[in-house]
Nanobody, 121 residues
């Protein structure tokens, strides 16, 4: 079993900063991609940022220049630093990982339970 446990989030004022972290644990051989998605009330899930094992990064257009993703491969942990937050960043943020648990095993995806970020105006 593989679990993703998120921490961080909460309430912050417009223009403020918050940090999220997510650690994968369990039967893990390799983690190919880790990242964050979010879902605002009444909206679809959208990409926030993802990072692969080589450090290549993709950001969603709405967070470019404000959010920074990083990962610690030794700790199976991904971080999201969110700066200059806006009310439209209010959402539940979900950690996501694509990983394998054996040398030649298939890749599979796991999601965290979600952590709420609320940005007040």
């Amino acid at each position: 079993q593989v679990q993703l446990v998120e921490s961080g989030g909460g309430l912050v004022q417009t223009g403020g900063s918050l940090g999220l972290s997510c650690t994968a644990s369990g039967s893990i051989f390799s983690i190919n991609v880790m990242g964050w998605y979010r879902q605002a009330p009444g909206k679809q899930v959208e990409l926030v940022a993802i990072i692969n094992s080589s450090g290549s990064i993709n950001y969603g257009d709405s967070v470019k220049g404000r959010f920074t993703i990083s990962r610690d491969n030794a700790k199976n942990t991904v971080y999201l630093q969110m700066n200059r937050l806006k009310p439209e960043d209010t959402a539940v943020y979900y950690c996501n990982a694509t990983l394998t648990n054996t040398w030649h095993g298939p890749a599979f995806t796991r999601w965290g339970q979600g952590t709420r970020v609320t940005v007040s105006s």
